[in-house]
């Protein structure tokens, strides 16, 4: 059986929020997980927040036309940051929009690392002839109780994003993902990915040490977590399929020192 390839993408960026709801009881949710760690949540940053639900994320991309036609054998939802409401479940509801028979769960507590993860899993299915189409949806709301512990830029802070990949069977010419694994530093995780004609390099926000070199470099804009390299991908993956034979995505998880590559190929042609 052939790989995944990409199908139908689609991302969002700072969509409108919400007016906030059932605060109160959050905050009593809150207040209960973090008093053993000697925190207690902010109201006031709780309620200034844009509230925007990873239910309103998943409907947004479902909104595309690209992603809205898939009907998945799976659906995986991976985020690095909660949802704004406490015990929900959005892999069902991803899966209800999307003819209702995936095999769904989401990913989390993982960091960045979690669409990495993702992606093996749906390659796994894949090749193990579970899934002849996977949606990836990455995830990512800033509506928080306590300041998140990021060493953002200056003036820079985390927006509300989203973005969605449709990956299912080659049938000629497109993208396909190849393998995704991780390592200590960004330099040694890259070390077997680089070197051939044809490939670009998209480095994701928290890359901050020296990379190898190499010619074709794409640098990710500040202002996301998890989601950056996954919007870029969403975005251009139709053109750099067309410019390049390989594309190699990168970043290093600022909390773990981790850093995590994911390898796509052209296919076909």
Known sequence: MSGLVVRAAASVRSP??????GVPAALDYFRDLLTPFGEKPD????????HVHHRDLVDLLVADGGVGRSRPELAIVAHALPDVVPFTA???????QLGGRAVNFAIGQQGLAAP??????????????????????????????TPFPLPLPRETSLTDSAAALVLGASTGEGLGFVRAHAAGSAAAALGRELGE????????PWVTEDVPDHGAVHRVAPGSYCTSLWLELADHWQE?????RRIVLCDTDPRSGRSHVALFAATGG
Do not use: C, K, M, N
């Open 240 to 244: 750099w399929q067309r410019d390049f």
């Open 16 to 21: 409108r929020g919400r007016v906030p709801e």
């Open 43 to 50: 109201e006031e940053l709780l309620s200034r927040g844009p």
């Open 116 to 145: 990495f993860t993702a992606l093996r899993i749906a390659s796994a299915y894949h090749r193990s002839g579970r899934a002849a189409e996977v949606v990836i949806a990455v995830l990512e709301q800033t509506t928080l109780p």
């Open 197 to 204: 004609d044809g490939t670009l390099l998209v480095l994701g």
């Open 90 to 96: 959005v892999a069902p509801h991803l899966t209800e």
